[in-house]
């Protein structure tokens, strides 16, 4: 299975954040748009690396217009661990149980090793990816061209 294409319907689902509320993702469309980051592993380098560039500019992925949602195979418990001792304040969803089911239905979901691959997808308020992006195990990603996907959709990246 290959990742969603721009067009593509955004597939639903509830999971959990590292706080244990469930997060659903239809609840939140038609109000402002929803930046998924799929990444293999909470407490490795690359990763930390990532959604720490996301906490540092956070203005520019959390607003009235976009939310930022970062989604991995690891349990709700570990990702209460990283989120506090790295500082996210954003929501990171546990994709544990079934394991890695909605990596999958985004075609992000390396089966071998049990985890998500780096797939990034900005999903509009209409449902539909506007923005995607996926990179191979152990390459970082670069999120510049979410910015031109969110103005783009008629959303500034800019904070309200």
């Known amino acids: ?16 954040d590292q706080n244990g509320r469930d997060v659903t993702l239809s609840e939140q ?3 402002r748009a929803v930046l998924l980051v799929f990444y293999p592993f909470a407490f490795s380098g690359i990763c930390t690396g990532e959604l720490g560039e996301i906490r540092d500019d956070l203005g520019r992925f959390e607003s009235d217009r976009v939310t930022t949602w970062a989604i991995s195979c690891d349990p709700m418990f570990s990702l209460r661990a990283w989120a506090d001792r790295e500082g996210y304040f ?6 544990f149980w079934p394991h890695g089911a909605v990596a999958d239905s985004y075609g992000v979901l390396d089966e071998e090793r ?3 691959l780096r797939g990034t997808f900005l999903v509009g308020p209409d449902a539909r990816i506007a923005w995607s992006l996926v990179n191979p195990t152990g390459q970082a990603r670069d999120l510049s061209g979410y910015h031109e996907a969110l103005a783009a959709l008629g959303q500034d990246d800019q904070p309200a």
Do not use: C, I, K
């Not at 299975?1 to 959990?16: E, I, K, N, Y």
């Not at 954003?90 to 994709?95: A, V």
């Open 1 to 16: 299975m290959s990742a969603l294409a721009v067009g593509a319907h955004a597939p639903d689902f509830t999971l959990r």
């Open 29 to 31: 469309l038609g109000e």
């Open 90 to 95: 954003f929501p990171l969803l546990s994709d």
């Open 114 to 116: 049990g985890m998500a």
